[in-house]
């Protein structure tokens, strides 16, 4: 089944306890992204990659990093979390540009 | 930067009537998408825009693109209960490698 995984779906942590959110798609996509929603502000993109081992920053790309080691995966470290963080997360990969995008089932980070 | 709103954020209908939801966008681009996210889950796409005139329709749900308006439209026809959810716009950046999204509409039909 053609998909998008994220791991863990639900994090609490602490502030400055460094931690990965995996996302993996089996679709070949060359392009994926990482956003994160909010109330009242919709999704807003954080970082995305076009091909392993480019990358670039979205909207709200503080705090945040990434890489794209192998087309499949595309990680996202919050290297000391804060709890302006905590958040939904959703991973998502596309084909091509300007193709429909897939989402992952989301990740709920909360830091305490 | 590329701007996009949505209107009305809250919608609140009965069952059986229509209404539409309006996305604006504020720069050019020719490629919009509908998505819709229940309560908890993830995002589905509902449909894909990809020239000025293109009208797509799924079941109750009819969307256009006016690319000259920059405006989009979300037709909702004889609502039913299972159309609750939160429906986003999202518009293509030139480069094709950033989706913007509007806040989002929450609706809310009821028997």
Known sequence: ????????RYLITVTGKKLTVTCSQNMNHEYMSWYRQDPGLGLRQIYYSMNVEVTDKGDVPEGYKVSR?????????????SPNQTSLYFCASRGFPHAEQFFGPGTRLTVL | ELKVEQNPLFLSMQEGKN???YCNYSTTSD???WYRQDPGKSLESL?????????????????????KARLSTLHITAAVHDLSATYFCAVD???GSRLTFGEGTQLTVNP
């Open chain 2, 93 to 95: 950046g030139t480069s």
């Open chain 2, 31 to 33: 490629r919009l998408y």
């Open chain 2, 19 to 21: 209404y539409t939801i």
């Open chain 2, 47 to 67: 449909f894909v825009l990809l020239s000025n005139g293109a009208v797509k329709q799924e079941g109750r749900l009819m969307a256009s693109l006016d690319t």
């Open chain 1, 1 to 8: 089944e053609a998909q998008v995984t994220q791991n863990p």
């Open chain 1, 69 to 81: 080691k192998e087309k499949r995966n595309f990680p996202l470290i919050l290297e000391s979390p």
